[in-house]
């Protein structure tokens, strides 16, 4: 925003306004003094639960003047507000934070500090509680305010959470190569308005035509840099425990933090297993091997879980977790609407609708010895996911999956391997 010399000079001569902050930086010593971290973050959030903005740290609002920021102390003023946007506001920010020049009443040139904030995806507390921006100030959220908000970016509101624009992301961002992919011989349709159709793009609060998070995670080559819990972390463990001190370093076999497009996710999380598993070998009518897991169930269940997890929940990431006697898959989120863990195998329902349809749309690759599935693409409509999960892991092991929730925030499968 204002990102433009003149544009910014232009807004700071008209002083502070629904997108601008002016804040004169105060020391003692070596540490930032003024503005206080409680007020700095409360400033911040207020932006991002709103429609965004700036604050120029370095400018006196008052008088409008640019008193700018000593330069061998710009590092301290940068870090000092990056700071504040991890420690002080609940989920921390990820402003734009730059350091640039600007022409004081003198005419010298003064250096000063500009944090970008976005409109955020999210519903951010800062010390002053949930606050936000109205003309040239923060004001708390009354409740029934503070409640349409957490329900419009969230799961809960009439427009789902993955067909929520995603702010500070462009059509130039999502690449050709992955939203072609979506064309049909029948599709006649230019770039804005296949993307629209397949609600991987919709027009933002102001009518501008922006990704949404279905968009972002399904064609984009890194959906971290907008969404950053969008990965799958997987470790795998030498034996059945987390225990470093029985087998010393390495006590992980391998781990990987594995991003990109949600496809090229779940064929990767298949690799990771598929490379990390142990296959024994035994004689009965013949020699035949036996995987620790069925790479078919395993498929499904990291399928199921990119697309049902839920990304509104910030910070928490997909956890994939192999050990000796056991693969472990950790997705945020409970279970959609009135489901239980005893019904998931009887009933369907999908939180994330748009990523649902898309994965229904995307070819399986053939290249890929690991993704054992019978399917042409990623998801089908019948819902037989979790029956194949428990009945092939069931043959193969002997015992049937577990599902479990921990509290109402993440979803737990655990697949057992063979034993003797």
């Known amino acids: 925003m204002?990102?433009?010399?003149?544009?910014?000079?232009?807004?700071?001569?008209?002083?502070?306004?629904?997108?601008?902050?002016?804040?004169?930086?105060?020391f003692s010593g070596r540490k930032v003094r003024g503005p206080g971290r409680d007020e700095l973050a409360d400033e911040l959030a207020a932006f991002a639960n709103s429609r965004g903005g700036v604050c120029l740290l370095g400018v006196e609002d008052r008088l409008r003047e640019i008193v700018g920021v000593p330069v061998d102390?710009?590092?301290?003023?940068?870090?000092?507000?990056?700071e504040v946007c991890m420690d002080s506001i609940d989920p921390p920010l990820s402003p734009v934070i730059d350091s640039l020049w600007l022409p004081a009443t003198t005419g010298e040139e003064l250096a000063v500090v500009k944090v970008d904030v976005q409109r955020s995806l999210f519903v951010h507390k800062s010390p002053g509680g949930y606050l936000q921006r109205v003309g040239d100030a923060k004001r708390s959220m009354s409740p029934q305010y503070l409640a349409r908000l957490f329900q419009h970016r969230s799961q809960t509101g009439?427009?789902?959470?993955?067909?929520?624009?995603v702010p500070g992301a462009k059509l130039d961002d999502i690449?050709?190569?992955l939203w072609k992919r979506f064309q049909t011989p029948r599709t006649g349709d230019a770039r804005d308005g296949l993307l629209s159709k397949l609600r991987m793009a919709r027009p933002d609060e102001l009518g501008t035509l922006r990704p949404t998070v279905a968009g972002v995670l399904m064609a984009t080559d890194d959906p971290r840099r907008w969404i950053p819990n969008a990965y799958i972390q997987a470790v795998a463990y030498r034996g059945n425990q987390i225990r470093p001190e029985a087998f010393g370093d390495p006590y992980q076999l391998?781990?990987?933090d594995i991003s990109g497009p949600l496809d090229v996710?779940?064929?990767?999380?298949?690799?990771?297993?598929?490379k990390n598993m142990k296959t024994a070998a035994f004689k009965y009518q013949g020699r035949r091997d036996r995987p620790q897991f069925d790479l078919t169930a395993v498929f499904e269940a990291i399928v199921n879980s990119v697309a049902h997890r839920d990304y509104s929940l910030h910070g928490s990431k997909i956890r994939l977790r192999v050990f000796g006697d056991r693969l472990e898959l950790y997705s945020p989120g409970g279970i959609p609407n009135t489901m239980t863990v005893e019904s998931l195998?009887?009933?369907?329902?999908s939180r994330n609708d748009v990523i649902t349809s898309l994965l229904a749309k995307c070819p399986v690759p053939a290249d890929g010895p690991e993704l054992r599935t019978d399917r042409v693409t990623f998801m089908d409509?019948?819902?037989?996911?979790?029956?194949?999960?428990?009945?092939?892991?069931?043959r193969l092991s002997g015992r049937t999956p577990e599902y479990r929730l921990i509290g109402e925030t993440e979803l737990v499968l655990t697949i057992f391997a063979p034993t003797g």
């Open 2 to 26: 204002f990102d433009s010399r003149k544009e910014l000079l232009d807004k700071i001569r008209l002083g502070e306004a629904t997108f601008l902050e002016l804040k004169e930086v105060r």
């Open 345 to 349: 195998v009887h009933l369907q329902s």
């Open 158 to 165: 009439i427009i789902r959470f993955d067909e929520q624009t």
């Open 265 to 274: 996710q779940i064929a990767n999380a298949c690799h990771f297993v598929s």
């Open 381 to 394: 409509k019948r819902g037989e996911g979790v029956r194949i999960i428990l009945d092939y892991s069931e």
């Open 175 to 177: 690449s050709p190569d």
């Open 73 to 82: 102390r710009l590092d301290t003023v940068v870090r000092f507000a990056r």
């Open 254 to 256: 391998d781990a990987a």
